[in-house]
């Protein structure tokens, strides 16, 4: 059956989760699920940011909730999964963009404890989201799951360490749980390269320019060129596609 684009990613009807949905990466896909029909429930740490994110995207015309609390709290997991089904009566795709990076630094100096918290916000959160859905929805009704993952996951790299092998391990779960949740479920991931955010300020603010220039296309990335990526992830434009890693990166890696 041939589809229209427009129908093909189209979002009517379903429901999504996106954490660290309040800013960035997180808003700019926010935004666009709910221009494509989608209902949108953004979770977050913050109430504040949480209630800007709302009042940014009720113009859309989506219906829109929120949901506050830690990425890394697996009872936060269940919570907002549940707080969509109360909402919307369904939880059709969970998008796991929360992630943090205290570590700033050599990983063989690093503080263990900002490692662990890296690892519990950026791989036990994104795993369980991903178990919450499948339990309380997906595994009956099927859906899809993206994670935003990074090119830092495939390639080593300076003062990030810990943040890059969260991301590598996220990558393989990204894999593995494709096999596990299909047919039902599909289960992919965006690795971009450096996008113009807040989190990765450090990386940018000092000389954008220079680091812009380590990219073919000459320019950072923006959240908008994750959120049209991951609208096609999430749409049935991609019905055919899972466990794959695909890379948004303004051709970063050929260098």
């Not at 990466?25 to 994110?53: H, N, P, T, W, Y």
């Not at 900002?114 to 959160?125: I, P, T």
């Not at 943040?163 to 391990?169: E, F, L, Q, R, T």
């Amino acid at each position: 059956m041939t589809l229209e684009p427009s129908s093909l990613l189209s979002l009517e009807g379903k429901t999504a989760l996106i954490t660290g949905g309040s800013k960035g990466i997180g808003l700019a896909i926010a935004d666009a699920f709910a221009r494509a029909g989608a209902s949108v429930c953004i979770s977050a740490r913050k109430a504040e940011g949480l209630q800007s994110a709302a009042e940014t995207l009720r113009p859309t015309g989506a219906s829109i909730t929120t949901f506050q609390g830690s990425a890394g709290d697996a009872l936060v997991a269940d919570g907002a999964v549940e707080h969509c089904l109360t909402a919307f009566g369904s939880c059709d795709i969970v998008v796991n963009n929360a992630a943090t990076n205290p570590q700033f630094g050599p990983l063989v100096e690093a503080q263990m404890t900002k490692v662990e918290k890296v690892f519990e916000v950026n791989v036990l959160g994104a795993l369980n989201f991903c178990q919450a859905a499948w339990r309380l929805w997906q595994r009956e009704h099927g859906g899809v799951i993206l994670n935003i993952v990074s090119i830092g996951g495939m390639r080593v790299g300076p003062m990030i360490g810990a943040y890059n092998i969260s991301k590598a391990a996220l990558i393989h779960m990204t894999k593995q749980l494709a096999l596990e949740m299909a047919p039902s479920v599909r289960v992919n991931a965006i690795a971009p390269a450096l996008v113009r955010t807040d989190m990765a300020r450090a990386l940018w603010e000092a000389n954008e320019a220079g680091a812009a220039m380590g990219h073919p296309l000459k320019r950072l990335g923006t959240p908008d060129d994750i959120a049209s990526a991951s609208l096609f992830l999430c749409s049935e434009a991609s019905s055919w596609v899972t466990g794959e890693v695909l890379v948004v990166d303004g051709g970063r890696t050929l260098n």
